[in-house]
């Protein structure tokens, strides 16, 4: 029973009293309104910087294809069939000599023009080794394989050691970009075993004595065994140092502070 003198005053006093505990929030965690994601908000993709590229290994962005210098190496890879064609015929030499010059020309110019006009990309860099490694593979088997009448003829080892090369400096230069994230340059012993086989095609194509052709077949495999040793020593240092192999901006792997090169001519 309430004590009050005035029961109806006190009743009211108890219901405002309730219903002011009724208006008091319990407390417990806060709660975040979640912001979701607007479809109309723009999506901007950073360009990779190398360190990015090497801390994510794969193959890297490839750059533009169509420019001055791509369109050199690929005309390159164009003269291969009727170099070959007139390699196996065995002339006339004006326009052999004629489409030799150019694709050499070709391949003298691609790189430096992509330096002048700042327009180096991966893309220059595959586009050409293939059209180095398609000319070398052509013209070789074309000599290995042309009539006797059409002129002299190169080994069947010495081609073959050709193909094999070029092949495992293929494979190997592929999985080593997918290792490191970057593509790579050419160790200098790799750039004379090519020198000296254009001699030795050249040898051939002028059917020049047959032991000037055989000293040129010779000098020619010993250097390639020896850049195939060197290109296979790269491999494995690349290979366990992995993202981590340290590559100066060209692309060229540097050993005790030295530059070196990579498994892709």
């Not at 002011?20 to 709660?31: K, L, Q, R």
């Not at 901007?44 to 210098?69: I, W």
């Not at 366990?240 to 892709?264: K, N, Q, T």
Request: proline fraction near 9%; charged fraction near 15%.
């Amino acid at each position: 029973m309430c004590a009050c003198k005035d029961p109806g005053a006190c009743a009211g006093k108890w219901a405002r009293i309730a219903n002011t505990e009724s208006s008091i929030t319990p407390p417990g965690p806060a709660v975040r309104p979640t912001l979701l994601p607007s479809k109309f908000a723009p999506v901007t993709a950073s360009p990779q910087s190398p360190d990015d590229v090497r801390a994510h290994p794969g193959y890297p962005p490839m750059g533009r294809f169509l420019t001055v210098a791509n369109l050199l190496s690929l005309s390159r890879a164009v003269l291969v069939a009727p170099i070959t064609w007139l390699v196996w015929h065995g002339g006339p030499v004006g326009p052999l000599s004629a489409l030799v010059a150019l694709a050499i020309a070709t391949d003298f110019f691609d790189g430096r023009v992509a330096r002048w006009s700042r327009t180096v990309s991966e893309w220059g860099k595959v586009l050409d080794a293939i059209a180095d490694k398609l000319a070398a593979a052509s013209v070789c088997l074309a000599l290995l394989l042309r009539p006797e009448s059409s002129g002299p003829r190169l080994p069947l080892w010495f081609v073959a050691l050709v193909l094999v090369r070029d092949l495992a400096l293929t494979i190997g230069g592929l999985v080593q970009t997918k290792r490191v994230g970057r593509f790579t340059t050419s160790l200098w012993s790799g750039k004379v075993a090519v020198t000296l086989l254009a001699g030795t095609v050249l040898a051939a194509l002028l059917s020049l004595p047959p032991r000037i052709i055989e000293a040129g077949v010779w000098g020619t495999a010993a250097v390639m065994l020896v850049s195939l040793v060197e290109y296979a020593h790269r491999f494995r240092l690349v290979w366990r140092l992995g993202p981590g192999a340290p590559l100066d901006a060209e692309g060229h792997l540097v050993e005790s502070g030295r530059p070196g090169g990579s498994a892709i001519e």
